[in-house]
């Protein structure tokens, strides 16, 4: 057995795992309709960045409304993820990736055609439920469709559309609102969900987990609960301040709701997530690797971001077109299937192993653009190394997620997976965030909370010059703190990614043993 299938072998394999199936003749073109649906998910997540002036000026939105107007969709997109996987295994993967792309296309409809903040805050919030669904079910509907061998480039091509979408959606918000009014981000998406309708209805199989349990009820609440108050805490943090009563409360609760769910769901006869599952050492590595990744990338272009417009003077679409090659590499590589080919030579471990050491390394130049590199050359540099990173890491890490679990348990892997996904990005940009403003806070002498209102501050241009060579310092500090964390982090999952290979090789090998004396 290679190192790539060992890595994917669930502990226990049940007939699903074990029995040879015919291959699906529509598989890739059924890849390509779940990608499709995907994308506009991920595109959701970042294409309001460039929009905050837009909604200040058509709809009066105020601060608090323009953070509850992006924050809406990721909050309740987060909280249902691990909800709406089990609810998948049971009911049919097919039939909720359809209610997702229902509610998903109702949400963009009502947020394209809102007349008040109210409004548009309730309608991404509806789009959140049906991101969290087509989130869940894209991932494991590639899973039933693609066998053992195909599943690593199938996957790649799937985490290769997520950092499409995430990388583009600036620049598709940019280029809409160049054109037309603040409505057509949200409405954009309607051909899509109707495409994805027909397609989804005439090619995609229908699958369930083979044997249907009692629904868990309460384990769903608590879930629902936990992640939606974690994640809040985290996305909030950098604005209200990590010591204010709201930030303390989500987390708060949101650390009871984890325990409560934790304790509950190894009680209860039929659990939403089985908690055997982090006695694997395969998906425990992964779950590790997955949130650290998420970490360094997520942050680290957040960071950038505010380099490129803030100490490089871009406007926003000049920044989202600078940091495309983070993207275009990413998908460069899955779309071609070189990352699948390399990664199966290298095995799991050390798929994870040299895309973490790429990422991390990226990150470093990154930071240290300018010091080596005069121009644009070190952040390009930078930004290929963390594309080649994640086009190795992020696959390998989702194929080690939804191997180490039954086959018919794929929605709950896939929440698993969406859930540390959503989770390590919303971290990485609040911790990288948090030492970049005690960084700028230590080097600025005038008390400011950003570097806009540091600037204000000021009264010469030397002092402007001071202040924003600060703040460039500061976003070096936060950007090299995520690559010494993406580095540690990325060992340590190859390391428990490699123990529980050589662990099933033993137990093969033993098994063999006894079967066959001779």
């Not at 272009?301 to 600078?322: M, S």
């Not at 798929?351 to 300018?370: D, E, F, I, K, R």
């Not at 191997?403 to 997976?417: C, F, L, V």
């Amino acid at each position: 057995m290679t190192a790539t299938s060992a890595a994917e072998q669930p502990t226990a394999p049940t007939p699903a795992t074990t029995l040879a199936r015919p291959r699906d003749p529509r598989r890739w073109l059924i890849l390509g309709v779940i990608c499709l649906a995907q994308l506009v998910v991920i595109l959701d997540n970042t294409i309001l960045n460039v929009a905050v002036p837009t909604l200040t000026d058509d709809l009066g939105a105020g601060t608090a409304d323009v953070q509850w107007i992006i924050n809406a969709y990721v909050l309740v997109q987060a909280g249902l993820l691990l909800a709406a996987g089990a609810a998948a295994d049971r009911y049919g993967r097919k039939k909720l990736l359809l209610t997702g792309l229902v509610l998903f296309g109702g949400g963009s409809l009502a947020a394209g055609l809102a007349h008040s903040t109210g409004q548009l805050i309730a309608a991404r919030a509806g789009m959140g439920v049906g991101g969290a669904l087509l989130l869940t079910t894209t991932l494991a509907v590639a899973v039933q469709v693609f066998d053992d061998d195909e599943r690593v480039r199938a996957i790649g091509v799937w985490a290769a559309v997520n950092a499409l979408g995430f990388a583009a959606g600036p620049l598709v918000g940019g280029v809409l609102l160049a054109h037309f009014w603040w409505g057509s981000l949200f409405l954009v998406n309607l051909p899509v969900v109707l495409l994805g309708l027909c397609a989804v209805s005439v090619l995609v199989p229908e699958s369930r987990a083979e044997q249907s349990h009692r629904p868990d009820v309460l384990g769903a609440l608590l879930s629902i609960v936990a992640m939606t108050a974690l994640v809040y805490a985290v996305v909030s943090g950098p604005d209200h301040g990590w010591s204010s009563p709201y930030v303390l409360a989500g987390a708060g609760l949101g650390v009871c709701a984890l325990v409560g769910f934790v304790l509950w769901e190894r009680r209860v006869a039929d659990p939403m997530l089985d908690m055997s599952f982090f006695r694997n050492r395969t998906f425990t590595g992964a779950v590790i690797g997955a949130v650290l990744i998420t970490f360094g990338s997520g942050g680290a272009l957040f960071l950038l971001t505010q380099q490129l417009q803030f100490v490089l003077g871009y406007g926003p679409l000049e920044a989202g077109l600078r940091t495309a090659p983070f993207a275009l590499t990413v998908v460069l590589l899955n779309f071609t299937g070189l990352s699948a080919r390399l990664s199966k030579r290298l095995g799991i471990p050390g798929a994870v192993a040299v895309g973490m050491t790429l990422l991390a390394c990226g990150l470093a130049a990154v930071a240290l653009a300018g010091h080596v590199v005069d121009g644009y050359g070190g952040l390009l540099a930078g930004l290929v190394l963390m594309g080649l990173g994640c086009a190795f890491a992020n696959p390998a890490m989702a194929v080690a997620v939804m191997g180490s679990i039954p086959r018919d348990k794929a929605g709950a892997g896939a929440g698993i997976q969406g859930t540390v996904t959503e989770f390590g990005s919303g971290l990485g940009v609040a911790v990288l965030g948090a030492v970049l403003s005690a960084r700028f806070s230590a080097l600025v002498p005038v008390t400011a909370a950003s570097l806009p209102a540091a600037l204000a501050a000021t009264d010469s241009a030397a002092e402007r010059h001071t202040v924003t060579r600060a703040f460039g310092s500061a976003v070096e500090t936060g950007q090299l703190v995520g690559a010494a964390a993406v580095l540690t982090g990325g060992l340590v999952a190859a390391v428990l990614l490699r123990r529980a290979e050589q662990a099933t090789t033993h137990q093969e090998q033993a098994s063999a043993a006894v079967t066959d004396p001779a």
